[in-house]
């Protein structure tokens, strides 16, 4: 490590900017010099904090959805999954929130676990093109930062629940060629902020919910083969 060092002039550094990582925890020895002088020390890096929750989350993820056999799960389950890199998953550098889980067409076989509704900064899911099966949980309404939820083609089941309909941040819904039946949820007629619907290619039955009308920015909606 090398800074320039004022003689005499008392300075602050920040060691380890937020959006950086120069070092794995650890002990080190420093050696700092500039302007004729040099000083060394012995500093001690640790991991942050991280959220247990959504550490847990992760983890149900993998376990529920055969995470051995996917096709890249680099670095799953070792350590911390943002100061770790796991495969797939994205966190706000600043203070190591998952913000997006992308596991398109990796072979997630199982169910979507009900405690991603844990990952309470969370704006992406994208677990397309799997084969999950199982029903949506409710959970997923308690991601009030989503912004856009992709299952599209897997084996999902049973009905749209309802609390989807809660997530007043999402711009986009997929849940294109699933099995999902029952009717669509008035709910959906809630989300003022989403531009795209894709509910294609399933089992889904009854009317239209005239709510939907008030989707004003809506762009999209994908209905056909139900």
């Given at each position: 490590?090398?800074w320039?060092?004022?003689?005499?002039?008392?300075?602050?550094?920040?060691?380890?900017?937020?959006?950086?990582?120069?070092?794995?925890p650890?002990?080190?020895?420093?050696?700092?010099?500039?302007?004729?002088?040099?000083?060394s020390?012995s500093?001690s890096i640790?991991?942050?904090?991280?959220?247990?929750d959504?550490?847990?989350?992760?983890?149900e993820?993998?376990?529920?959805?055969?995470g051995?056999?996917?096709?890249?799960?680099?670095?799953?389950?070792?350590?911390?999954?943002?100061?770790?890199?796991?495969?797939?998953?994205?966190?706000?550098?600043?203070?190591?929130?998952?913000t997006?889980?992308?596991?398109?067409?990796n072979?997630?076989?199982?169910?979507?676990?009900?405690?991603?509704g844990?990952?309470?900064?969370?704006?992406?899911?994208?677990?397309?093109?799997?084969?999950?099966?199982?029903?949506?949980?409710?959970?997923?309404?308690?991601?009030?930062?989503?912004?856009?939820?992709?299952?599209?083609?897997?084996?999902?089941?049973?009905e749209i629940?309802?609390?989807?309909?809660?997530?007043?941040?999402?711009?986009?819904?997929?849940?294109?060629?699933?099995?999902?039946?029952?009717?669509?949820?008035?709910?959906?007629?809630?989300?003022?902020?989403?531009?795209?619907?894709?509910?294609?290619?399933?089992?889904?039955?009854?009317?239209?919910?005239?709510?939907?009308?008030?989707?004003?920015?809506?762009?999209?909606?994908?209905?056909?083969?139900?």
């Amino acid at each position: 490590v090398e800074w320039d060092w004022d003689d005499g002039t008392p300075f602050e550094q920040t060691f380890f900017p937020a959006r950086h990582r120069l070092a794995s925890p650890g002990d080190y020895s420093v050696r700092v010099f500039g302007g004729g002088l040099e000083e060394s020390c012995s500093i001690s890096i640790t991991e942050p904090d991280c959220n247990p929750d959504q550490h847990s989350a992760l983890v149900e993820l993998y376990n529920s959805t055969a995470g051995a056999n996917w096709l890249n799960n680099a670095n799953w389950l070792v350590g911390d999954p943002c100061i770790n890199d796991w495969h797939g998953v994205i966190c706000d550098a600043s203070d190591y929130h998952v913000t997006a889980v992308d596991l398109p067409g990796n072979n997630l076989v199982g169910t979507v676990p009900a405690a991603l509704g844990d990952l309470s900064e969370l704006t992406w899911l994208g677990l397309r093109d799997n084969q999950l099966n199982g029903s949506l949980p409710l959970e997923l309404g308690n991601l009030a930062k989503l912004e856009s939820l992709d299952l599209a083609n897997n084996q999902i089941s049973g009905e749209i629940p309802e609390p989807l309909g809660t997530l007043a941040q999402l711009l986009t819904l997929n849940l294109h060629n699933n099995q999902l039946s029952g009717a669509i949820p008035p709910t959906l007629g809630n989300l003022s902020n989403l531009d795209f619907i894709d509910l294609a290619a399933n089992l889904l039955t009854g009317e239209i919910p005239l709510e939907l009308a008030d989707l004003s920015g809506l762009t999209g909606l994908q209905l056909a083969g139900n």
